[in-house]
């Protein structure tokens, strides 16, 4: 199964900076099928990327995600209040299983 | 608008059983592939398994594998899943997500979750 580590375990930015999360796998993900989640407490999770660059319907352009093989990246290019959440990675190009990463927390500085 | 509404919290026993429900509306039912994945305390997230709406078949991932049972009502596009000789390690939140296409797809929208406790 492929395994996502996620990094950093835990971002502190403030509103209106940029955030760079990663997400790497133990081996190549075909066909970069990957996808990121948004997650706030007492909220479902939220699809943001998909594919591992197109944006799910009605999510902001401050919103985007990049790379393939081993390496992908999510990137949140101004951040908003409502931005302070955790995100996953999943991977679902070698199934099953369907994995994800453990989890970036992104948390106001 | 597309919804996927869990049932309640749950609170068993070691050694009971938990079946977790998850009613679909806003889409036709059978057109999607449904996903139940968990999250334990502090832990990641954890895929489950699948099941076609459609035929009710499944793909368990292994470690669940003679103790999870996905089935699926469709007169009223409901989804099951009942997880059997429950230990401590099986408190989780247990969530439903859709999927477009059968393992090879994102999940585009998921149930608020239900959380189930296994306590003596």
């Known amino acids: 199964e492929i395994v996502l580590t996620q990094s950093p375990g835990t971002l502190s930015l403030s509103p209106g900076e940029r955030a760079t999360l990663s997400c790497r796998a133990s081996?190549?993900?075909?066909?970069?099928?990957l996808a990121w989640y948004q997650k706030k407490p007492g909220q479902a999770l939220r699809l943001l990327i998909y594919g591992a660059s197109s944006r799910a319907t009605g999510i902001p352009d401050r919103f985007s995600g990049s790379g393939s093989g081993t390496d992908f990246t999510l990137t949140i290019s101004r951040l908003q209040p409502a931005d302070f959440a955790v995100y996953y990675c999943q991977q679902y190009g070698i199934t099953p299983p369907i994995t994800f990463g453990q989890g970036t927390r992104l948390e106001i500085k | 608008q597309v919804q996927l509404v869990q049932s309640g919290a749950e609170v068993k026993k070691p050694g009971a059983s938990v079946k977790v429900s998850c009613k679909a509306s806003g889409y036709s039912f059978t057109s999607c592939y449904m996903h139940w994945v968990r999250q334990a305390p502090g832990q990641g997230l954890e895929w489950m398994g699948i099941i076609n709406p459609v035929g009710g078949s499944t793909t368990y991932e292994q470690k669940f594998q003679g103790r999870v049972t996905m089935t699926t009502d469709t007169s009223t596009s409901t989804m099951y899943m009942e997880l059997r000789s429950l230990t401590y390690e099986d408190t989780a939140v247990y969530y439903c997500?859709?999927?477009?296409?059968?393992?090879?797809?994102?999940?585009?929208?998921w149930g608020q979750g239900t959380p189930v406790t296994v306590s003596s």
């Open positions: 997500a859709r999927g477009l296409l059968w393992l090879r797809s994102e999940f585009d929208y």
């Open positions: 081996q190549s993900v075909p066909g970069s099928y």
